[in-house]
């Protein structure tokens, strides 16, 4: 980036709310419903009826209020956001204005360099989201409006972030405690977690706000990340011609890679915000707060912590392992069963995780909960390598067939006969011949090219069937040749 300004972002992120029922009505949020099928007078704005809050819409808001170090606003109230759009049948969206159920968080964002950002959090508050609209291929617009008031949680952010990569770690990190918490998939492309992004830009050292536009529909980080960069160096050579910013909303346009002008920014009175007159504050006691941080799960960079001291893991590990709730579980419920527990162990079952588990997961495209070699297989199998009963390479194959049918590491290596061969006389057997057949190679060997040693290990090990315990392979090899 241009060294002469500085880049000023704020993110406001939308998640989607795992509730079962809307936010202010018993309809489901099942997706894939028929269109208009998840409705009722309510979420359709029909006159005379009332919504009623959701409890639970609650109870998710302020376990992520307390996850992000927020305060909660003990009373607050919902108010009437009004515009006028076709998905929005009555006229007005329920969300929260002055006063947001939770106030004043931050997170300390890691950042590739190692060090730590502090991001503010201004607010998070409760709305509803409002319905689809479907355009045909040719000039109708069809409405959906099963959407129409599931829950969302809008997580508002201080403008303190100055690069694309920080908005990329503060959106992974909010990614990642919504789905600890389990209260929202997650899913940028499926649209259950949605950001918009401000920028503005201004002369490094100054420290009065540059007008700032908004970019939304980013849906995916990798979309995040262009559009901040796209919108970034638009600015500056904007300013840096002598133009100015105009304070607008734009839409990102991911094919052609370029933010595109929707409409000039609405301002807060626009919106004619004023409290419900249907729905009652909101009051949380005490006893509510502290029962929801009582049952907060272990968060992401306490876990990944507690990887590092107790499995005595690389934090590059540890950090891998703890990107996903599930998989953290996987990986700690396989240490659990080890055998022999200790740093190697620990680290193994590491190794074991992040490359064959997650390449396998990756491949077959199905969840870990799915993936067919539990982590007490998983643990077993590093037991045999362990104890000697197979070795590294076997073990790959006892992992494909452990893949594929799911059956425990023993009895594959016992059907298959893949019993580690630590016979030493057998072993030096085998390893005469070989070096009565080779003659050359031994006198290359001694004759100081010893390269050709790994031409003998896997000679040994080929005609062994990769079964001869390779410490034992590898030592009287050494011994013999090195006379
Ligand atoms: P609105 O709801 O109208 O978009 P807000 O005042 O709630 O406006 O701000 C939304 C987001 O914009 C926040 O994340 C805030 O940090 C960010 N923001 C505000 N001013 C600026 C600015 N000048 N440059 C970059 N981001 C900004
Ligand atoms: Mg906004
Ligand atoms: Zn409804």
Redesign the pocket.
Known sequence: MNGKYEA?????VHAQMLTQSKAFCACTTTFGNGPNHNTCPVCLGMPGVLPVLNRKLVEYILAMGLATNCSITQRSVFARKNYFYPDLPKGYQISQYEDPICQFGHLDVELNDGTVKHIGI?RIHMEEDAGKLVHDMHVDTLVDVNRCGVPLIEI????DMHTSHEAYQYLSMIKQIVTYLGICDGNMEEGSLRCDA???VRLRGTDK????T?VKNLNSFRNVERALEYEIARQIALIEDGGRVVQETLIWDADRNVALSMRS????HDYRYFPDPDLVPVVVSDAWIERVRAELPELPQKRRDRFVADFHLPKYDADILTLERPLAEYYETAAGCLSAKNPETFKAVSNWVMTDVLRAVKESNITIADFPVTPAHLSAMVNLITEGTISGKIAKDVFEEMLAGGEAPMAIVQRKGLVQISDTGAIEAIINEILAANAAQVEQYRAGKTQVFGFFVGAAMKAMKGKANPNIVNALLKKKLDV
Do not use: D, W, Y
């Open positions: 000023v972002i704020g993110l406001e201004t508002v952010s201080e403008p401000n920028v503005s706000l540059g007008t700032r908004e920014k609405e301002e807060a």
